[in-house]
C-alpha cells in the first residue's frame, strides 16, 4: 500500500504513527564499571483510521511510512528547516542515546544515560570540542542527547543528534525539536561507544 496525504491524490491518506518500544531482551549495553543497560528497539505502527487498520508488510511501506511520519514531525517541531541537515536517513532501530553510545544499533532509555555518563568517566566541560557529547534537559529531566561536530564558519557549536525513530541531523543547539537546558560532557576514554552482549 502506498500512502499520501496530498489533496486530490488517489492514494489513500497516511493514518497517524506510533512508534513503541519494543525490549530487546537478547541484548545488553555494558558500562566500563559492568553495568548491564538494557535496550530496546522502536515498533512502527499505524493508527487504524476512520475505522479501518493498516498493515505496513513490506520493507517498502515501512520505509516510506516513516518518511511521512518524520515529514508531519518536522513540519511540526522545526520552525526552520533550514538550519538543519540532515546526516542519515530515518532509522527506527534507536533513539539519540543509542546514537551516541550504540552507533544506532539499539536505542536506550533516558533514565539511563546519567549512570553511563559517570560510569565512563565523563565531566561537565564549558567549552566544547568536536567528539565531546551534550545532554539536553527539561523540568529536571534529561530529554536528549547528541555529539558535537565541528564548528560552523562563524564559530558556532554544531551538533549531530538522532531524533527519537527518525534520522540523524547536524544543528546547533537550539535548532532541534527537544528544546532544554544543554551541558557539555567529555571522557579521556577513546571510544564513546558501550560495549554490547548477549544477555
Known amino acids: 500500500m502506498q500512502f499520501n496525504g496530498d ?9 497517524p504513527a506510533v512508534f513503541a518500544i519494543k525490549p530487546s531482551p537478547g541484548f545488553v549495553a555494558v ?10 528497539q522502536y515498533e512502527v505502527l499505524a493508527l487504524p483510521m476512520n475505522g479501518q487498520k493498516y498493515a505496513l508488510n ?6 516510506e511510512f516513516v518518511a511521512v ?6 513540519s511540526n517541531r522545526v520552525p526552520d528547516a533550514n538550519q538543519v541537515v540532515r546526516l542519515i536517513e530515518t532509522n527506527p532501530q534507536a533513539n539519540c542515546h543509542g546514537w ?3 552507533e544506532g544499533r539499539f536505542g536506550i532509555e533516558s533514565t539511563h544515560v546519567p549512570s553511563i555518563l559517570e560510569d565512563q568517566g565523563y565531566f561537565v566541560v ?15 529531566e534529561l530529554i536528549h542527547s ?14 549531530e543528534s538522532k531524533w527519537g525513530p527518525f534520522g540523524v ?20 576514554r577513546p571510544s564513546r561507544v558501550l560495549m554490547i552482549r548477549q544477555a
Do not use: M, N
Open 7 to 15: 489533496v486530490g491524490s488517489t492514494k489513500p491518506p497516511v493514518p
Open 31 to 40: 558500562t566500563d564499571r559492568g553495568r548491564e543497560i538494557p535496550l530496546f
Open 58 to 63: 513490506t520493507e517498502e511501506e515501512r520505509r
Open 69 to 74: 511520519a518524520e515529514s508531519r514531525f518536522l
Open 100 to 102: 551516541v553510545f550504540l
Open 126 to 140: 564549558r567549552e566544547p570540542r568536536a567528539g565531546d557529547l551534550v545532554t539536553f534537559e527539561s523540568r529536571g
Open 146 to 159: 547528541g555529539i558535537v561536530g565541528e564548528r560552523d564558519g562563524e564559530g558556532s557549536v554544531l551538533i
Open 169 to 188: 541531523y547536524l544543528h546547533g543547539p537550539a535548532a532541534q525539536p527537544f528544546p532544554g537546558t544543554c551541558t557539555f560532557y567529555r571522557s579521556e
